[in-house]
Each structure stands twice: as structure tokens, then as C-alpha cells.
């Protein structure tokens, strides 16, 4: 079986986490890695012994199966159509765009060149995630009465995640950079939702990034949902999303712990069993024409849409 192929734009923090992934992936290999930066490219190539292209156009040139953007949002749409035209594949970071206007000449792009599409949201491929969709889809915790998420940053931007942008009004802040993965999460759980209500806080200087948001939401099913986030306050990092039913309550905290508790009775640690499918596996699988797990542009549309209503 011949190998996928990934080509990558973008050697930051996030992208060195995929470069990780497909390494370590059987199946899937890197033909070139570029990146505007030429000292953090150096760097991460040397690291890994992969092949550098000078130019974009030259990264394109080798055509591979698909091509990763993991750079700032506000270069996404502009690489995207770069690339759809050579009619290549599209593996995004989140957040889509910059905005949803951009998010839309993505998504047409892509339709017009008739490329697949894909997105990076971890989330969708973690053990706990799996648990939590199968503690949901089996009725386990009761009728579901109510979702909420609350996201606490003592710093922002996080200290590994110091670059230019990240604390930027223009590109950066949680609400870009955090609420996307749990808005995809609950729509691939719950379906879609629409934001009733936000109020969101900026510092005085109109360069900087938003410093709290409140919201609420609800799905169309009806279930309310609680959007509550904060930084640069004095406790450690944590983050939870909360799924509240009328036997248990499941709680995802920092990303990977899944926690149950039941009425009258402590919260315990679920420790998942099953490996489900990585995005790798996905990626691969989706060029060999095997059902796989995908989170579309057209998805990431919809994500990017309530990101905007929330910046407002």
C-alpha cells in the first residue's frame, strides 16, 4: 500500500505536533515542510531530517496527497485558493479563517477544484471523546438538560504559546484559539446551536485580544447551553466542558481527563479502553476511499460563524 502524502506549511508549536503524528504513522509520510520563518524552519527540519522547500511554489510542486496550513488565520483563505487551484487536499488548522468571510472563500475554493477537505480538531480523535460520545449516545446520563463550558487563563497568551499574533484583536485570543474545538464538539455531539446572548471584554488597548466572554446558547434541540471564560486572573489554568444529565453529569477537564459523577455520590476519573481512529488514520483513509472521520470546511464554516457573532 503506497503511503499518504503530506506537504506543510507552518513549523510552529502546532505544526511541529503534526509533524509528530504523521511520522509515527505507518502509513503517511512528509514529501516538505516551508515556512516563512527560515530559522525555525532550519530548526525543525534538522530536528526531524525532513525536506525544506525555499518557495511555496516549489512545496506545491511535488503534488502531495494533501497539504497542511498551520499558519495565522489571517493567511489561511489566501493559501487555501493557492492551493485548491493546483488541485490539491486541504488539512486546515482551526480556526478555519480569520473570519467567516474568509471561511466562505475557503469552502468555495475547495467545492470549485472539487478537493477534500479536513481539519484539525484533536478533539475529535481523543479516547475521552469517545467515551463521552458513547456515554451520550447510549442514554447513560439521563435526559440532557443543560451543556456548559468554562474556560480560566491565568495568562494569555499561554507561556508556550508566545508569538506575535496570539494576543492580537486582529487574529488571536481564546476565543479563536479555544472555543472552536468545544463549538465543533458539541455540534458533532448535539448538533447545530445558535448564541442567544454574549457579552465580551476587551483591555483598553484596542491592539490586544478579548479578556473575558459570557454567552448563552441553545441547541435546536432545545438544550441550553452555558459559555463562561476568563484570563488573566489568579488561579491556575482549567478548562471544562460539561455535559449535565438527569443521572449523571460527564465533565472533560483540561482537554483529556473525563470525569462522572452521579446523583448524591463524588466524581470519579473514567479511564477510556478503546483507541479510536487518529487523524492520520483519517487522512489516509479518506485517499484510499475508506469512511473515515472528517471535519469538512463546511464545518469549520459553522464553527467559524459563532467564533465571529462572539467577537462582536
Known amino acids: 500500500m503506497s503511503k499518504t502524502t ?30 516563512e520563518n527560515k530559522t525555525r524552519l532550519e530548526e525543525v527540519s534538522t530536528k526531524y531530517q525532513l525536506p525544506v522547500a525555499e518557495t511555496l511554489d516549489e512545496l506545491l510542486q511535488l503534488d502531495p496527497n494533501w497539504v497542511y496550513i498551520g499558519t495565522p488565520p489571517v493567511s489561511h483563505a489566501p493559501l487555501a485558493e493557492q492551493i485548491a487551484k493546483r488541485g490539491l487536499n486541504i488539512l486546515s488548522e482551526k480556526p478555519l479563517a480569520h473570519d467567516a468571510q474568509d471561511s466562505v472563500r475557503m469552502v468555495n475554493a475547495a467545492a470549485e477544484a472539487n478537493v477534500k477537505t479536513a481539519m484539525h480538531f484533536p ?12 456515554a451520550i ?56 446551536f445558535s448564541i442567544t446572548s454574549h457579552e465580551t471584554t476587551y483591555p483598553a488597548n484596542e491592539d490586544l485580544c478579548e479578556t473575558g466572554v459570557t454567552a448563552l446558547a441553545k441547541t435546536d434541540s432545545g438544550i441550553p ?11 491556575e489554568e482549567r478548562l471544562e466542558y460539561k455535559v449535565f444529565g438527569t443521572k449523571k453529569v460527564i465533565t472533560l477537564r483540561n482537554w483529556s481527563e473525563l470525569w462522572v459523577s452521579e446523583t448524591d455520590q463524588e466524581e470519579v476519573v473514567i479511564v477510556p479502553e478503546s483507541q479510536p481512529e487518529s487523524l492520520m488514520d483519517a487522512c489516509h483513509n479518506s485517499i484510499i476511499g475508506r469512511e473515515s472521520l472528517i471535519v469538512s470546511f463546511e464545518e469549520g464554516l459553522k464553527v467559524q460563524e459563532w467564533i465571529d457573532q462572539l467577537l462582536k
Request: aromatic share 12%; glycine share 8%; charged share 15%.
Open 137 to 192: 449516545n447510549t442514554a447513560s446520563l439521563g435526559d440532557i438538560v443543560r451543556i456548559e463550558l468554562h474556560t480560566y487563563f491565568p495568562h494569555w497568551p499561554r507561556k508556550w504559546q508566545q508569538n506575535p499574533w496570539i494576543a492580537s484583536r486582529e487574529q488571536g485570543g481564546f476565543i479563536r484559539e479555544i472555543f472552536p474545538h468545544y463549538f465543533q464538539l458539541t455540534h458533532h455531539l448535539f448538533g447545530d
Open 6 to 35: 503530506f506537504a506543510l506549511i507552518g513549523t510552529g508549536v502546532v505544526g511541529e505536533r503534526i509533524i509528530n503524528q504523521i511520522l509515527a504513522h505507518p502509513n503517511c509520510e512528509i514529501v516538505s515542510v516551508f515556512d
Open 225 to 235: 447551553i452555558v459559555l463562561n471564560s476568563l484570563s488573566g486572573i489568579g488561579q
Open 123 to 134: 478533539l475529535m480523535y481523543s479516547q475521552a471523546i469517545h467515551s463521552l460520545k458513547e
